[in-house]
């Protein structure tokens, strides 16, 4: 990307005119065939591109203010703001969400739960592709999309009642180099069935198809892939081994699948050895570490040799050996839960009751918190250093076709 390059220009290799042309033909098509059925709508004129641009930069602008209703952006309280209300008629703005579609109407063909936002998802994966090289180092995890903290304190019984829990699992796999999300899978819970969400949280085997799903592009790249005690398994292991993906989990007897695990390695002894101390055993590349420190902590790995030192370092208590495999799933995991706790702030506050909308609106928070990591890595940000609250400003400010003003510091 060149130095001039604006915010809208990074959002636009994941988000580029011809998604969004596409929105505004299928909310028109939606529009037109909601009014055939429940009668005109005397209001309503088509959407136009400069207005879907507008009507995005209105959603992305909650994820800056953290506020739960775009709509106070025209109320005159203290999220309102004048020069962005300046743009759009809350009226209009109103009707645009009414009828906002991504895809106006399913084909006969389509039984997925989520085919109103499918297509946007795939091109957002493409996009994803072709724009990013990851380093070798991956993490597999769900990151922090829940409930904002202050608002579930703040917020009445009545309130919490009326929100909608969520019907869907988002899982990711995010380079832990940058924290730039490779792939994103969502799995809808349909109902109480053996699919279903709950069923989800408890069957490593379900863990085991979301792992495969997400890493099926990763075949013969030597990717390393760390895990969480509820995707790691000697089964899924062997198998990411022959496709050339090795892998780092964290195994946990009650969450983990051990199924071809020693026993004897997933017991606690009666007496708990010194800090720092571990047993490993191996079956050809696969090696099972029990390392202590204040508690047992097992894991499998075939990316690292067992016999290689490494460090765990605490301030108080100064070094902790470890082998290597220990202090590598420590770096990558701490990178990650920084970077959840620096970006995750950023995701689009606006709570739509419809699934596809809430997955929708998530995967764009995804493509702009990747867009300013390419933004941060390019030339560009050696000419203005923008912060990401300054970025996701600028972006909406551009999207507005206000972009002549500069970010506020």
């Known amino acids: 990307m060149p130095p001039s390059a604006s915010a809208v220009d990074f959002f636009q290799l994941f988000v580029p005119d011809n998604v969004l042309k596409n929105m505004v033909v299928q909310t028109n098509m939606y529009a037109k065939k909601f009014q055939e059925r429940f009668g005109s709508d005397g209001a309503w004129v088509e959407v136009t591109l400069t207005e879907m641009k507008a009507f995005l930069g209105y959603m992305i602008s909650t994820s800056i203010s953290h506020c739960e209703s775009v709509l106070s952006i025209w109320s005159g309280g203290f999220y309102s703001n004048r020069s962005l209300a300046l743009v759009m008629s809350q009226a209009r703005f109103e009707k645009i969400l009414k009828y906002f579609h991504v895809v106006a109407f399913r084909s006969s063909q389509t039984t997925h739960g989520l085919y109103k936002v499918q297509p946007f998802l795939d091109s957002l994966q493409s996009s994803f592709d072709s724009a990013f090289r990851p380093s070798q180092t991956q993490v597999l995890h769900e990151p922090l999309i829940d409930e904002d903290p202050v608002f579930i304190a703040t917020c009445t ?8 829990k969520r019907k869907f699992s988002l899982w990711v796999r995010q380079c832990s180099s940058t924290g730039f999300i490779i792939q994103i899978y969502v799995h809808l819970k349909e109902g109480g069935g053996p699919d279903g969400l709950d069923a989800l949280k408890n069957k490593p085997q379900l863990h085991s198809m979301v792992a495969r799903s997400l890493c099926r592009n990763a075949a013969g790249k030597n990717y390393i ?9 000697l089964t899924l292991f062997e198998e990411f081994e022959k496709q050339g993906i090795y892998c780092c989990g964290l195994l946990s ?14 017991t606690n002894p009666a007496t708990p050895p010194a800090r720092g101390q571990y047993q490993i055993k191996m079956k050809g590349n696969m090696s099972l570490i029990c390392w202590y420190n204040k508690g047992h902590f097992r894991f ?4 690292y040799s067992p016999v290689q030192q490494g460090v765990i370092i605490k301030r108080k208590s100064g070094e902790i050996p470890c082998p290597l ?3 590598a799933f420590a770096a990558h995991l701490s990178y990650i839960c920084r970077y959840d706790d620096k970006y995750s702030k950023y995701f689009i506050s606006h709570k739509p009751n419809k699934t596809w909308q809430q997955v929708f609106w998530f995967a764009i928070s995804i493509a702009i918190n ?20 300054q970025f996701g400003e600028r972006l909406v400010r551009e999207l507005l076709g206000l972009e002549d003003a500069s970010p506020t510091h």
């Open 253 to 266: 007897a009650r969450k983990s699948d051990c199924t071809g695990l020693p026993l004897s390695m997933l």
């Open 225 to 233: 892939i760390f895990t969480g005690p509820s995707i790691t398994s």
């Open 370 to 389: 990747n867009a300013y990591i390419l933004y941060k890595m390019s030339d560009a940000y050696h000419v203005k250093r923008y912060s990401r609250a």
């Open 157 to 164: 019984e009545r309130e919490l009642r009326k929100r909608k």
């Open 300 to 303: 499998l790995t075939n990316a």
């Open 325 to 327: 495999a220990v202090e």
